[in-house]
């Protein structure tokens, strides 16, 4: 599943080939995203605008069209923004195809379509948007703020991150290798990490997301870039996946289920404190 890297690295991929064309057509196939706008709406909010800009929102990207509609993009879980032209044979699972201005196609391919593309009138703030929580990189997040989030909090701090609607983004790849950086057991309750524990959390999230868009994104199953081509971070994950392997201190890294999600972890580089249960 596309975590903020891989969202961040189709965005700045995308970004240099769309913006500044117009939408010509839109092609919508037989069946429906987790959600899609009709048809009728998607024609009548983007044929012959000009896309302005391209941004993002936790793993939602930002479409800013001329005349003031916003069209949203997520990929769910199996989803590719693919540009250029479809190629013979062509992909299965093709949803939708957007042709754009110089003969370019973007394509919306999703082989599971937990999808999502929503058009928005001008004057409305996307809804979707709303529930997004704070950026990772924004000002606003500080050790203080994030400790403030989770203070009382006795839900697991793997849990905690995993929340998309206080720090948006972030997945389990990135949160098991954030832990795992950071030093602290998934299972410590949020509410317990002190200070200097969410000082070394927020600067191991924007390191390792920060690295992560730099390499163009992890691969671990399904995901590919806006050029079609797999990320390269996969071969750098020090924890996520790598149960039964050793760990940088020679322990053995371990897997364990929360929410119903796999957490890797090292019993020595991350142990559980005293009275954390
Ligand atoms: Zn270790």
Same mark, same amino acid.
């Given at each position: ?30 069946? /429906? ?78 082989? /599971? ?92 999230? /924007? ?71």
């Amino acid at each position: 599943m596309p975590e903020l890297p891989e969202v961040e690295v189709i965005r700045r991929g995308l970004a240099p080939l769309l913006v500044g064309r117009r939408f010509l057509a839109v092609q919508v196939g037989d069946k /429906r995203l987790r959600q899609q706008s009709s048809p009728q709406d998607l024609r009548r909010w983007l044929l012959g605008r000009r896309l302005e800009s391209l941004g993002r929102r936790g793993k939602y990207l930002v479409f800013h069209l001329e005349g003031g509609a916003t069209l949203l993009i997520h990929l769910g879980m199996t989803g590719h923004l693919l540009a250029g032209p479809i190629p013979s044979p062509p992909l299965p699972h093709v949803h939708l195809v957007f042709r754009m201005e110089g003969g370019l196609d973007l394509f919306f391919q999703d082989t /599971r379509r937990f999808g999502q593309v929503l058009v928005f009138p001008p004057g409305v703030d996307p809804p979707p948007l709303a529930q997004v929580g704070a950026e990772p990189f924004s000002r606003k997040v500080t050790p203080a703020w994030l400790a403030e989030q989770a203070r009382g909090r006795s839900r697991p701090i793997k849990n905690f991150l995993l929340d998309a609607r206080i720090l948006a983004g972030i997945g389990n790849i990135y949160a098991c290798e954030i832990l795992w950086a950071a030093g602290l057991h998934p299972a410590t309750p949020a509410g317990r990490l002190t200070l200097p524990d969410w000082d070394r959390v927020l600067a191991e999230t /924007r390191r390792i997301l920060k690295h992560a868009i730099r390499k163009g994104g992890t691969t671990v199953s399904d995901y590919l870039n806006s050029k079609g081509e797999a990320g390269l971070f996969q071969l750098e994950l020090l924890a996520y996946g790598r149960a039964g392997e050793p760990c940088r201190c020679g322990a053995t890294i371990q897997r364990l289920v929360q929410a119903g999600r796999s957490s890797f972890f090292c019993p020595v580089c991350q142990p559980l404190r005293d009275g954390n249960h």
